[in-house]
């Protein structure tokens, strides 16, 4: 009988789908938040068109266009680097196995996933953002426990 020699436990294949759905996840929420970057002068226009019906009883004149306008850019532009940051969180701690930024993004996904949850009581085309952001959560806290189970069984072997 031969002895394990490594003091990893052996990882299965449960562990390598975990890792590369949660980091193939988070890349596809990152490229959500840069594209988000680009097609800014299409989203804003589509919002203001979208504000501009939503007050019908008080039309918008040009003046208060241009300034939703440049509110909706700096609140897109904000939002996207918040996205950026969180969802490399997401892709670093999924693809260096690191249980702190892993159960760090999970815990963020929650929240964003409450957030989202009471958005779309409003407006029902982001229930597709919430089954995603539930997804992910899901995910990194599954994967940060999995790596939490492998660091317990390394440490009771020394």
């Known amino acids: 009988m031969s002895q394990q020699t490594s003091s990893i436990e ?3 294949q449960s562990f390598s789908c975990q890792k590369w759905s949660l980091l ?6 990152l490229f959500g938040s ?19 019906k939503d007050l019908i009883s008080k039309q918008l004149d040009e ?8 509110m909706i850019k700096q609140t897109l532009i904000a939002g996207s680097i918040i ?3 969180i969802n490399s969180i997401g892709v670093f701690g999924a693809f260096k196995e690191h249980y702190c930024l892993s159960i760090s993004y999970g815990i963020i996904m929650a929240f964003n996933t409450i957030v989202l949850l009471f958005s ?8 597709i953002h919430v089954i995603f952001s539930i997804t992910i959560t899901i995910l990194a ?18």
């Open 120 to 127: 779309s009581l409003q407006h029902s085309w982001l229930c």
């Open 63 to 70: 003046e208060q266009k241009e300034e939703l306008r440049a």
């Open 34 to 52: 840069v594209s988000m970057i680009f097609m800014m002068g299409f989203i804003t226009q589509l919002m203001v068109n979208m504000m501009d």
């Open 24 to 29: 193939i996840a988070a890349l596809i929420a």
């Open 83 to 85: 996205g950026i940051f």
């Open 141 to 158: 806290f599954k994967f940060a426990m999995t790596i939490r189970r492998f660091t317990n069984y390394n440490n009771h072997l020394v």
């Open 10 to 12: 052996p990882r299965d």
